[in-house]
């Protein structure tokens, strides 16, 4: 009786123990180029936080997640932001890979002291040898994204003129989409142009009215995101051209929302970005706990949002998870 | 002529922190006189003027204005009783034009609806008399003040005094930077402002510029007045002297003694 | 009382058509510079763009030389006065903000608009109380300041935008910014209205003069009795308050404003008063030249892209424009002085 009551003790320190031994608590900071400013990355932060509490809550085990993006969009300020991350020796690491170059020593001194990474929003673009060794990458793609706007612009019918408004030259990211939607028009004979028009919405009108006063059988125009859609919506409103000129857009917000809804725009591509901050979280829980991985990249885009799904998307919008 | 000086200061006294700058220091000047205050640097001359213009109070110490007891807490007081000083560098803005700068601070206006205008035409006429006073030719009154020579500025400077009605102006090292041409000018320019009815005190270091239009010399030393003559009793060589080998100099020019 | 005669030896003659008369007049309107390089400019796109030299053109070029030239205006006044202004872009944001919250919040249009401009103001304020009181630099200081304001900015939207979907448009939005005449907008009224009101009082009142000796000699003005840290004080809210006027125009226009609005403008702004002949070291320069200046670059900007230039050179063209500006002004300058 006796043995079998120690027995029994003895059982339930161990169950007690290994609870307590078994609970865990990991940290993991996502690094980005995008923060304050921005709110398609208040999205990204939502899923992080979303996830981190869905294990939180769900389980005997604690994650953190810290999000840490500079307030003007600055490379060095990402850099360092990323190696101070690096110095909290977290349990991993999920970064933007604005700019492979800038960030290879960082991200490979990291992943050398054991820290996992995966990769966001913008991946890695040279090949599997030589790339930044992170686990895998969560995001859209970019250039993807360009050529099925363009495809589905095409679907509705051939336009005589296309361009794409780039709002910030240089940017990777944006550079790959408008040259995906331009390759494709390209291939269908369009003639497609890319114009840069700025960040002020005044200057970028009148860049826009200089565009089609010179090329006035434009009639399908493309928008890189919500900086570019607002002065493009404003002006064809005002200057009657609604419904004249087939308009995509790139990303969501309340301006492309109603572009939408009012038959502005046809549609806007999204890369759910919402599962950029979710998925990186869960993967990297469940790959230092149980030392899971995808086989591949997770592609979060192109997703389209057009009048047939609008209602929904709206809102979820207002919910922040689009 | 009344005898009674135009300013009288009665010893003045002033330190900054240990340094004594005057002690009991009496100055006047006469109607009608232009008084050559002089001394080596660190005299003190600098500090009086800056007291009989109200740029800071003396420690102690009395100051009369035409017979009258009265104290200057502050430029604007100093102007308001007629003392305008001429400083070498502050006198005339260069980029401005010679009118703007001639009636800077008291432009004449005319009323146009709600707001006061500058009344230009009434600036450039009057400035354009007075620059024909002085002798200096240009194109427009409107000209900037750049295109004027060194001479030419400080006679502005002394002519928008003269016109304003001071009564006593304070010339601070007015023939330092001009050359020999200049010079002249700028002295008989002095001569006439004198004969206008204004006193002038000359404050320099070049003994033989202001020797040449001076009625009177006081000579400070390390605070204290050491000499005061007329012109009809000293040489310019004898000023220089006792700038130069300091009190005992001057106790031995004493003995000479003012003559009359 | 000798002989004196003026440099060229000649006595004072009636006037009449000469180099010298050139001269005199060149060296009393430093805007000629900016003039010469707008009429160049424009005759130049003339050629290369066929549909420059149309009402809709010159509307859209007026519209956006509006939005800079109001604040241009602001920062040229300042600067004659001798200080500098680097925080309207961020006033410009943070009275854009107001003004939208508070319209959004149900207030009426006249007193939202009326909070945003003192708000704008009272930035100015504390500027300049900083600058004459503590002797930082304006440039440190509104340096600064710029930074400040842009992370209030940040902080209270959490970097969300703000969008304003009326029923209907409020009358006080089309006052400020509406279409009235093909694509002429009212904005190019403020922008007038503004420069010919600040060069007024430059340059033919009282405070003017005194603007101009603050910026030309501070310590000798003062010598003259001019009350040198009221004026740039002054000037400060002067040039805060018209930033904000900015900002509030451009909302009534896009109804939306987001936190990122503005940056870069104090810039453009200084460009362009620069390009207009005012000196970056103060005491000369006026708002007609300023009006050229922005002029000037929005005819560039607008002018490349309908010539078919990429837009990618927009930016190399402008900073070009400013030094061979500077360098062109100053040279008349001397040639003009003799």
Same mark, same amino acid.
């Given at each position: 009786?006796?043995?079998?009551?120690?027995?029994?003790?003895?059982?339930?320190?161990?169950?007690?123990?290994?609870?307590?031994?078994?609970?865990?608590?990991?940290?993991?900071?996502?690094?980005?180029?995008?923060?304050?400013?921005?709110?398609?990355?208040?999205?990204?932060?939502?899923?992080?936080?979303?996830?981190?509490?869905?294990?939180?809550?769900?389980?005997?085990?604690?994650?953190?997640?810290?999000?840490?993006?500079?307030?003007?969009?600055?490379?060095?300020?990402?850099?360092?932001?990323?190696?101070?991350?690096?110095?909290?020796?977290?349990?991993?690491?999920?970064?933007?890979?604005?700019?492979?170059?800038?960030?290879?020593?960082?991200?490979?001194?990291?992943?050398?002291?054991?820290?996992?990474?995966?990769?966001?929003?913008?991946?890695?673009?040279?090949?599997?040898?030589?790339?930044?060794?992170?686990?895998?990458?969560?995001?859209?793609?970019?250039?993807?994204?360009?050529?099925?706007?363009?495809?589905?612009?095409?679907?509705?019918?051939?336009?005589?003129?296309?361009?794409?408004?780039?709002?910030?030259?240089?940017?990777?990211?944006?550079?790959?989409?408008?040259?995906?939607?331009?390759?494709?028009?390209?291939?269908?004979?369009?003639?497609?142009?890319?114009?840069?028009?700025?960040?002020?919405?005044?200057?970028?009108?009148?860049?826009?009215?200089?565009?089609?006063?010179?090329?006035?059988?434009?009639?399908?125009?493309?928008?890189?995101?919500?900086?570019?859609?607002?002065?493009?919506?404003?002006?064809?409103?005002?200057?009657?051209?609604?419904?004249?000129?087939?308009?995509?857009?790139?990303?969501?917000?309340?301006?492309?929302?109603?572009?939408?809804?009012?038959?502005?725009?046809?549609?806007?591509?999204?890369?759910?970005?919402?599962?950029?901050?979710?998925?990186?979280?869960?993967?990297?829980?469940?790959?230092?706990?149980?030392?899971?991985?995808?086989?591949?990249?997770?592609?979060?885009?192109?997703?389209?949002?057009?009048?047939?799904?609008?209602?929904?998307?709206?809102?979820?919008?207002?919910?922040?998870?689009? | 002529?009344?005898?009674?000086?135009?300013?009288?200061?009665?010893?003045?006294?002033?330190?900054?922190?240990?340094?004594?700058?005057?002690?009991?220091?009496?100055?006047?000047?006469?109607?009608?006189?232009?008084?050559?205050?002089?001394?080596?640097?660190?005299? +003190?001359?600098?500090?009086?003027?800056? #007291?009989?213009?109200? =740029? @800071?109070?003396?420690?102690?110490?009395? $100051?009369?204005? %035409?017979?009258?007891?009265?104290?200057?807490?502050?430029?604007?007081?100093?102007?308001?009783?007629?003392?305008?000083?001429?400083?070498?560098?502050?006198?005339?803005?260069?980029?401005?034009?010679?009118?703007?700068?001639?009636?800077?601070?008291?432009?004449?206006?005319?009323?146009?609806?709600?707001?006061?205008?500058?009344?230009?035409?009434?600036?450039?006429?009057?400035?354009?008399?007075?620059?024909?006073?002085?002798?200096?030719?240009?194109?427009?009154?409107?000209?900037?003040?750049?295109?004027?020579?060194? +001479?030419?500025?400080?006679?502005?400077? #002394?002519?928008?005094? =003269? @016109?304003?009605?001071?009564?006593?102006? $304070?010339?601070? %090292?007015?023939?330092?930077?001009?050359?020999?041409?200049?010079?002249?000018?700028?002295?008989?320019?002095?001569?006439?402002?004198?004969?206008?009815?204004?006193?002038?005190?000359?404050?320099?270091?070049?003994?033989?510029?202001?020797?040449?239009?001076?009625?009177?010399?006081?000579?400070?030393?390390?605070?204290?007045?050491?000499?005061?003559?007329?012109?009809?009793?000293?040489?310019?060589?004898?000023?220089?002297?006792?700038?130069?080998?300091?009190?005992?100099?001057?106790?031995?020019?004493?003995?000479?003694?003012?003559?009359? | 009382?000798?002989?004196?005669?003026?440099?060229?030896?000649?006595?004072?003659?009636?006037?009449?058509?000469?180099?010298?008369?050139?001269?005199?007049?060149?060296?009393?309107?430093?805007?000629?510079?900016?003039?010469?390089?707008?009429?160049?400019?424009?005759?130049?796109?003339?050629?290369?763009?066929?549909?420059?030299?149309?009402?809709?053109?010159?509307?859209?070029?007026?519209?956006?030389?509006?939005?800079?030239?109001?604040?241009?205006?602001?920062?040229?006044?300042?600067?004659?006065?001798?200080?500098?202004?680097?925080?309207?872009?961020?006033?410009?944001?943070?009275?854009?903000?107001?003004?939208?919250?508070?319209?959004?919040?149900?207030?009426?249009?006249?007193?939202?608009?009326?909070?945003?401009?003192?708000?704008?103001?009272?930035?100015?304020?504390?500027?300049?109380?900083?600058?004459?009181?503590?002797?930082?630099?304006?440039?440190?200081?509104?340096?600064?300041?710029?930074?400040?304001?842009?992370?209030?900015?940040?902080?209270?939207?959490?970097?969300?935008?703000?969008?304003?979907?009326?029923?209907?448009?409020?009358?006080?939005?089309?006052?400020?910014?509406?279409?009235?005449?093909?694509?002429?907008?009212?904005?190019?009224?403020?922008?007038?209205?503004?420069?010919?009101?600040?060069?007024?009082?430059?340059?033919?009142?009282?405070?003017?003069?005194?603007?101009?000796?603050?910026?030309?000699?501070?310590?000798?003005?003062?010598?003259?009795?001019?009350?040198?840290?009221?004026?740039?004080?002054?000037?400060?809210?002067?040039?805060?308050?018209?930033?904000?006027?900015?900002?509030?125009?451009?909302?009534?226009?896009?109804?939306?404003?987001?936190?990122?609005?503005?940056?870069?403008?104090?810039?453009?702004?200084?460009?362009?008063?620069?390009?207009?002949?005012?000196?970056?070291?103060?005491?000369?320069?006026?708002?007609?030249?300023?009006?050229?200046?922005?002029?000037?670059?929005?005819?560039?900007?607008?002018?490349?892209?309908?010539?078919?230039?990429?837009?990618?050179?927009?930016?190399?063209?402008?900073?070009?424009?400013?030094?061979?500006?500077?360098?062109?002004?100053?040279?008349?300058?001397?040639?003009?002085?003799?």
């Amino acid at each position: 009786m006796r043995s079998l009551r120690n027995l029994l003790l003895a059982a339930l320190v161990v169950l007690g123990l290994s609870t307590v031994i078994l609970a865990e608590e990991y940290t993991f900071y996502v690094v980005s180029h995008g923060g304050p400013g921005d709110p398609f990355w208040g999205v990204v932060m939502k899923g992080m936080q979303d996830a981190a509490a869905m294990i939180t809550n769900g389980t005997e085990d604690t994650v953190n997640a810290i999000y840490l993006g500079p307030a003007v969009y600055s490379l060095t300020e990402l850099v360092n932001m990323l190696n101070s991350a690096i110095a909290a020796r977290p349990d991993g690491i999920v970064a933007t890979i604005t700019d492979p170059a800038a960030l290879d020593e960082p991200l490979r001194r990291a992943i050398d002291l054991g820290i996992p990474v995966i990769a966001i929003n913008v991946p890695d673009p040279r090949p599997a040898g030589e790339r930044i060794p992170y686990l895998f990458y969560v995001g859209g793609d970019e250039y993807l994204s360009g050529r099925k706007a363009a495809e589905r612009m095409l679907a509705v019918r051939t336009p005589t003129r296309a361009v794409v408004f780039i709002h910030e030259v240089g940017h990777h990211g944006l550079e790959l989409r408008a040259q995906g939607f331009m390759e494709v028009m390209a291939d269908a004979g369009v003639p497609a142009d890319k114009l840069a028009i700025g960040t002020d919405p005044t200057q970028a009108v009148e860049i826009i009215r200089g565009y089609f006063s010179a090329n006035p059988d434009t009639d399908a125009v493309f928008t890189l995101g919500p900086i570019g859609t607002l002065p493009t919506v404003t002006f064809l409103r005002e200057q009657g051209l609604v419904g004249k000129v087939m308009l995509g857009c790139f990303d969501l917000d309340e301006v492309t929302l109603n572009a939408i809804k009012e038959g502005i725009a046809m549609f806007t591509v999204t890369q759910q970005q919402y599962l950029q901050g979710y998925l990186p979280i869960q993967w990297l829980y469940l790959y230092n706990k149980y030392g899971f991985l995808p086989a591949n990249d997770i592609l979060t885009g192109p997703g389209f949002v057009d009048a047939s799904n609008i209602g929904l998307v709206e809102q979820l919008i207002i919910q922040g998870y689009w | 002529m009344s005898d009674q000086p135009l300013v009288q200061m009665v010893k003045i006294s002033k330190s900054f922190g240990t340094v004594q700058a005057l002690k009991d220091v009496d100055f006047d000047v006469r109607h009608q006189e232009v008084m050559g205050l002089v001394g080596d640097n660190g005299a +003190g001359k600098s500090t009086l003027i800056k #007291i009989l213009t109200g =740029v @800071y109070p003396p420690d102690s110490g009395e $100051i009369y204005f %035409e017979g009258k007891k009265v104290k200057i807490s502050s430029p604007k007081d100093a102007r308001d009783l007629g003392i305008e000083t001429v400083y070498q560098d502050l006198a005339l803005i260069p980029l401005m034009s010679i009118s703007r700068n001639f009636f800077l601070g008291r432009e004449p206006v005319k009323q146009v609806g709600p707001i006061r205008l500058l009344d230009k035409r009434k600036m450039d006429e009057t400035v354009q008399e007075v620059l024909a006073e002085i002798g200096i030719r240009v194109r427009s009154p409107d000209e900037e003040v750049a295109i004027l020579s060194g +001479g030419e500025r400080q006679s502005v400077a #002394i002519g928008r005094a =003269v @016109y304003f009605g001071a009564k006593l102006l $304070i010339l601070d %090292e007015p023939t330092s930077a001009l050359s020999i041409r200049e010079t002249h000018k700028v002295l008989d320019y002095i001569l006439e402002a004198k004969e206008r009815g204004l006193s002038i005190v000359f404050i320099t270091h070049n003994i033989y510029h202001v020797y040449s239009v001076a009625d009177r010399f006081t000579i400070l030393e390390h605070g204290r007045k050491v000499a005061e003559f007329a012109k009809a009793d000293v040489s310019a060589e004898e000023i220089i002297e006792i700038i130069r080998s300091g009190h005992k100099a001057a106790t031995e020019g004493e003995e000479r003694g003012p003559s009359g | 009382m000798g002989q004196v005669t003026n440099r060229t030896g000649r006595g004072t003659a009636p006037p009449r058509f000469s180099l010298e008369a050139f001269l005199t007049w060149l060296r009393r309107h430093p805007e000629f510079g900016a003039f010469a390089g707008t009429v160049v400019v424009f005759i130049g796109f003339s050629i290369t763009a066929t549909r420059f030299l149309t009402p809709d053109s010159f509307a859209g070029i007026l519209t956006v030389a509006a939005e800079l030239g109001i604040v241009a205006a602001g920062i040229t006044f300042l600067m004659i006065s001798g200080e500098f202004d680097l925080s309207v872009g961020s006033v410009l944001g943070v009275a854009a903000m107001i003004f939208a919250l508070t319209v959004k919040a149900g207030w009426p249009v006249l007193g939202s608009w009326a909070v945003a401009l003192l708000a704008s103001a009272g930035i100015g304020l504390i500027n300049g109380l900083i600058v004459t009181k503590t002797g930082i630099p304006s440039f440190i200081t509104t340096l600064g300041a710029m930074m400040f304001w842009r992370g209030i900015l940040l902080a209270v939207t959490k970097g969300f935008p703000i969008q304003f979907f009326p029923r209907t448009l409020p009358p006080m939005f089309f006052a400020l910014n509406g279409r009235f005449v093909g694509q002429f907008r009212t904005s190019a009224l403020w922008f007038l209205g503004i420069i010919l009101l600040i060069n007024l009082i430059l340059v033919r009142t009282r405070y003017g003069n005194a603007v101009y000796a603050t910026g030309g000699n501070r310590d000798a003005a003062r010598v003259l009795g001019v009350a040198t840290n009221k004026v740039k004080l002054i000037n400060f809210v002067i040039s805060a308050t018209l930033a904000g006027l900015a900002g509030c125009i451009q909302f009534a226009r896009f109804l939306s404003i987001d936190p990122t609005r503005g940056v870069g403008l104090e810039l453009e702004a200084i460009a362009a008063a620069v390009i207009g002949g005012t000196l970056l070291t103060g005491g000369a320069g006026n708002l007609v030249g300023t009006l050229f200046g922005v002029l000037l670059v929005g005819m560039v900007r607008s002018g490349l892209v309908q010539s078919g230039a990429p837009a990618y050179w927009y930016q190399a063209f402008v900073g070009l424009i400013v030094v061979v500006a500077v360098i062109v002004n100053t040279r008349l300058r001397r040639w003009a002085l003799g």
